[in-house]
């Protein structure tokens, strides 16, 4: 990947984890909800997500947010024309937004997020995605188990076969090529990633690019999950840190707060030597655990704010 590359940003910021999206939603101030679209778009954001779902401190009824999607997604497109990425996963919900979604008001069209095997009405959400033409984020961090249960994925081969599936049944139901798919591999706090499993997503990126049946995919992550945890003066520099290293494995789209950390550090950056570090500490040695490899992981990086 070019050093100046810069990934596709869904902004993120409508959204409950945030105070200002928390603060809108309980007054259903659609106004505070305006001024974080115009916001993003002001700030350089591609694509804005809509997520109304509850958090540790905040209930919300799916009966709430079908009530409130009539009045919100009209408003936004008053002020904004970049498509909207609808996050829940509930299809009552997705089925609510598309209707109120119009594609002549958006440079191009929304977002469905998202798929994945554990959804219960993955074929309705299929059929929305032929409905409406959307985008689609698939999450690769499922996959099927051989007695047709779900788990999660531990190896690059399994989040690969699980989006060819999704690529091929969008393809053939949906009429999706590749270039509307963005695959989502996960990425966890590093400071609770005691399984590899950021180093596990990376390598998901560089067999996706591998993949000839996969060109022209997106792949995304949640950006600001990364540095959850992880003291201020250093967690939008480590964010900045992975987007540079993620780019290079073949990131193209990210789903971040655009005031904060979308634009990538230089691959020669000393805080990307450092997160590089870490993550290689992760790395599983011959004949030792997980856990094992997970805490001298996390060893690694205390040392980098210590």
């Given at each position: 990947?070019?050093?100046?590359?810069?990934?596709?940003?869904?902004?993120?910021?409508?959204n409950h984890s945030y105070a200002r999206a928390r603060k809108a939603w309980q007054k259903r101030d659609i106004a505070g909800y305006q001024k974080l679209a115009k916001l993003q778009t002001e700030l350089g954001a591609s694509y804005l997500t809509l997520n109304l779902d509850g958090?540790?401190?905040?209930?919300?009824?799916?009966?709430?947010?079908?009530?409130?999607?009539?009045?919100?997604?009209?408003?936004?497109?008053e002020v904004t024309n970049l498509p909207i990425s609808f996050d829940n996963p509930d299809v009552a919900f997705h089925k609510e937004a598309l209707k109120h979604f119009d594609?002549?008001?958006?440079?191009?069209?929304?977002?469905?997020?998202?798929?994945?095997?554990?959804?219960?009405?993955?074929?309705?959400?299929i059929e929305l995605v032929a409905q409406y033409e959307t985008h689609v984020i698939v999450m690769v961090s499922e996959c099927s188990t051989e007695s047709g249960g779900m788990a999660a994925t531990t190896t690059p081969e399994q989040a690969r076969d699980i989006a060819c599936h999704f690529a091929e049944r969008l393809s053939k139901e949906a009429n999706v090529d590749t270039d509307r798919i963005i695959l989502d591999p996960g990425l966890p706090p590093i400071t609770s990633d005691l399984k590899g499993l950021i180093n596990l997503g990376l390598d998901i990126m560089k067999l996706v690019r591998a993949t000839s049946e996969l060109d022209g995919v997106h792949i995304s992550v949640g950006l600001s999950n990364l540095a959850f945890g992880t003291p201020k003066e250093v967690r939008h520099e480590m964010e900045r840190a992975y987007l540079a290293i993620a780019l290079d494995a073949g990131l193209d789209w990210a789903l971040a707060n655009p005031e904060k950390n979308t634009t990538p550090l230089d691959l020669s950056d000393p805080m990307v030597a450092k997160l590089n570090d870490v993550l290689e500490q992760g790395r599983l040695q011959p004949g030792e655990t997980e856990d094992i490899a997970g805490y001298r992981q996390l060893e690694a990086l205390m040392g980098i704010w210590k």
């Open positions: 990947m070019a050093q100046n590359q810069t990934p596709t940003i869904i902004g993120e910021l409508m958090t540790q401190t905040l209930n919300v009824a799916i009966e709430e947010m079908l009530n409130f999607l009539p009045e919100l997604v009209p408003a936004l497109q594609s002549a008001k958006s440079v191009a069209k929304p977002i469905l997020n998202s798929l994945a095997v554990s959804r219960d009405d993955l074929d309705e959400m």
